[in-house]
């Protein structure tokens, strides 16, 4: 048992305990429900397995040929456990270019038009 003191305009007592945090793995797996053991070509792994804390993460270039499915494995001795995370992609160069081009042709012809 562990006790917070806050200093501010008031000060008052709080208790809490710490308990340990889970360890928690996490996958990409395919459709066929197969773990996928990658890394891409910039060495990034499409797993993330740490015996520390619960702070996973995957940065992995996924291949297009298939949809995927981010499994988590709970290895602690806690039955259930929340956890929350975040997916996020980056466009690929093609993309990118893409939107370059359209962005200087909308420039292109909107000074075609003022002139």
Do not use: C
């Amino acid at each position: 048992m562990e006790r917070l003191h806050i200093q501010g305009e008031e000060a008052y007592e709080d208790t809490f305990t710490a308990t340990e945090l889970s360890d928690l793995d996490l996958f990409l797996v395919d459709s066929g429900g197969t773990e996928l053991r990658l890394t891409d070509a910039l060495g990034r792994a499409s797993y993330s397995e740490s015996p520390v804390d619960s702070v996973e993460h995957i940065y992995f270039t996924l291949p297009a040929d298939d949809s995927y499915t981010l499994r988590v494995k709970n290895l602690s001795t806690t039955q259930n456990e929340e956890f929350g995370f975040a997916v996020w992609s980056i466009p690929e160069p093609g993309t990118l270019v893409l939107f370059g081009l359209a962005g200087g042709i909308t420039i292109f012809t909107r000074r075609l038009r003022i002139i």
